[in-house]
């Protein structure tokens, strides 16, 4: 009798347990079959005009998404910063664009910390954990599993100036993809068919051909703080992919179509 009663003990937890994924799992599927409403996207369109240039058939779900990582996410403000609605939709576009069209997603990530401006990193360090940014005044900040840390004036022009290629909250998203194999360090999840000797050889080549026009003092189309590691020019590569496509598609064409291979997206194509 005892063994009947733990049998059906252990059935009640399974179906239990199978019950809280399938529930999870359509919650999820909703989120991301739901559109925004004509507010929030006049919002996004606003503080975010990258997304104008996002293929049609693209946009529901860039709206999906935004509407699953706002389900996810808590945000909280510091000095002074208010969370509304600008903020949360500029913050969570700007991520979103990155697997808009890509299986990868933020699993792990649960908050977001917004400061108003650049903020001071001086406390203890956690190698492996913690990507810090600028010394000891930050822009942004991506721990492997969480949280995000944004200054909302880097974030917020950003967002507004698509072509300067410079935007931290796709640096600091760039980071939290490329968490998601363990460990950030330019080698991020690859997609599959997408082979690691032609990722390892157009990242190493541009990579080091950035470093020597840093130190050459020359002018570079990804930020020069690329130059810092290998992650770091993963975080900035990442960035003016989107932001400077046609350039970089002519100056780096081998680690162009790795990254058009790695998001599923050509925005040098985009109108």
Known sequence: MTLVWILLALLLVAGGLSYRGWAKARHRDRLLASPLTDEQRAIVMK??????????????????????????VTFHGYGGVEIDDGLRLSVAAQACLLVVNSPDWF????????YPSAFDT???RHDGELVHENGAHAAGESWARGPVVLSWDHALRGGLDPDDGHNVVMHEF???LDSLTGQANGVPLLRKGQRFDNWERAMLDAYEGHVRRVEAGHATLIDPYGATNHQEFFAEATVTFFEKPAAFRREEPALYAEL????????AEWA
């Open 47 to 72: 503080l975010v005009p990258m997304v104008r240039r996002l293929p049609a058939e693209l946009r529901p779900a860039l709206e999906g998404r935004i509407n699953r990582f706002l389900d996810q």
């Open 107 to 114: 699993e792990t990530l649960r908050t977001v910390l917004v």
């Open 122 to 124: 001086r406390r203890p």
């Open 174 to 176: 760039a980071h939290q």
């Open 260 to 267: 058009a291979t790695l998001f599923a997206l050509d925005p």
